[in-house]
């Protein structure tokens, strides 16, 4: 018997499912969420850890073969921990990672590394104590690299860096992270801005394009192409065979959608196929209501068959969608 595939009627086959486990954040990053947070869900609205087990069985069952947790900032779920247990126990051979601010990473590294977490991607936007402060409204810088020492001691290597690049406010850096990998090992992935900020500021002329930061690094630390594989980043390594590598998240100026594997999971149990989505498929509630496995599959299939060529945030009649990154699960 064949594999099982989830399929859109481009022929795009999902593997890859982004499951938040919570809309709440511990910081306030300007270019994702207001400095006084967000209306959160109530817990009733979040899907409990019995629900998240099910849906990420559900999609393992459908072809899904590695699954992200994310939030908000999922290192806030007190069942963390249980919920990585009970993900791992479907299938051990689940490609099974979290993405975190790193902020509660110090104490959480070695409990997830033993739940059976696979790997560690950690957001961090600047080296500078005063930026990285007034970019995510923590003074908290100190504690993140207590946190990527904590996950290296743990055994997640190598790390995975995610640095959102912002004209005008850190973009002076893009070397200085390559530096970083270079004396790590780590993998430093530059993400362009993209217009999913809950203060709506997004504006194009604050996009760094890839291409200019790849050149900043290249004048300085000559770059050779690593194979692109089904990450949306495209990779490079040092030319003179240091350690680490750098990579590019390209949304907005080399959109990767007709390569693109995934869909989310939002924590209150909203199927998106798309980032950029402008409509959602509830599963909470069939779920709730006692649907089978077979009917959510069939809700499933139907949403991903449907998903849309590629964003728009290129063309004229982009609309944003409603949510910013943290109540969507970036
Ligand atoms: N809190 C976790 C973290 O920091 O990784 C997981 C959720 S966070 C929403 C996921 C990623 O989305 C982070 O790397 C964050 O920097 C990124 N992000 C948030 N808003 C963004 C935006 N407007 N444009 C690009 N990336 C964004």
């Keep these: 018997m064949g594999r099982v595939t989830l399929a859109d009627a481009r022929g795009r086959v999902v593997t890859d499912l982004r499951l938040s486990l919570t809309d709440r954040c511990n910081f ?36 899904v073969t590695e699954v992200k ?6 290192t806030v779920r007190a069942e963390l921990a249980e919920i990585v247990a009970r993900l ?18 110090e104490r959480l590294a070695q409990p997830l590394r033993d739940a059976g977490l696979d790997r560690v991607n950690v957001s961090l936007d600047s080296l500078l104590r005063h930026r990285f402060t007034a970019m995510t409204r923590r003074d908290a810088l100190d504690q993140v690299q207590a946190g990527l020492a904590a996950a290296e001691a743990a055994g997640f290597t190598p790390l995975k860096i995610n640095c959102v690049v912002l004209g005008g406010t850190n973009d002076d850096e893009v070397v ?70 750098v990579g590019f998240i390209s949304s907005v100026t080399e959109p990767f959608c007709d390569s693109c594997n995934r869909v989310r999971v939002t924590a209150e149990g909203r199927l998106r196929v798309c980032l950029f989505s402008l409509d959602e498929t509830d599963l909470r509630g069939p779920l709730r209501a006692g649907a089978t496995d077979d009917e959510l599959g069939g809700l499933v299939r139907a949403a991903v068959w449907g998903k849309w060529a590629g964003h728009r945030i290129n063309h004229a009649d982009f609309v944003r969608p409603p949510r910013s990154m943290s109540s969507i699960g970036g």
């Design 88 to 105: 791992r126990a479907i299938d051990p051979g689940l490609d099974l990672s979290l993405t975190t601010n790193g902020f509660l990473l």
């Design 28 to 63: 306030r990053c300007t270019y994702c969420m207001p400095a006084g947070g967000l209306a959160w869900l109530g817990r009733d609205q979040v899907l409990t850890v019995d629900e998240i087990e099910r849906v990420a069985r559900l999609f393992a069952g459908l072809g």
């Design 176 to 245: 200085d992270f390559a530096r970083l990998a270079r004396t790590t090992g780590w993998d430093v992935r530059f993400i362009e801005y993209m217009p999913l900020d809950a203060d709506q500021a997004w504006e194009r002329a604050r996009v760094v394009p890839s291409a200019l930061i790849r050149e900043a690094i290249a004048a300085v630390h000559p770059l050779v192409p690593r194979t692109r594989g089904p990450e949306p980043a495209t990779t490079f390594g040092f030319a003179d065979g240091a350690p680490g590598s």
């Design 69 to 74: 947790l994310t939030g908000g900032e999922p």
